[in-house]
């Protein structure tokens, strides 16, 4: 563990300056794991779950353009 002192602190801009270069901590996960983590996925609940929000978003664009067009036809009249 890297203790904080005067000698840790950039005079500059006051950051942190981490002096431990031993840590092999990368920022990225292995492509091992990413691959992994795509092959288990249910890409048959996915599809479904897709489908179901194409469905909504129809569905909203269905009762908006209706509602639109109710006010077109309002705005006519008046």
Known sequence: MTSIN???ID???GSFIVSDTTSQAKSFPPISDTIAFIKDVDWDEVKE???GGVN???LVLA????KVHDLGVFLAEV
């Open 56 to 58: 909504n978003v129809g």
């Open 6 to 8: 005067s000698s840790n």
């Open 49 to 51: 779950r897709c489908r």
């Open 11 to 13: 005079p500059v801009d």
């Open 63 to 66: 009762v908006l353009g209706e």
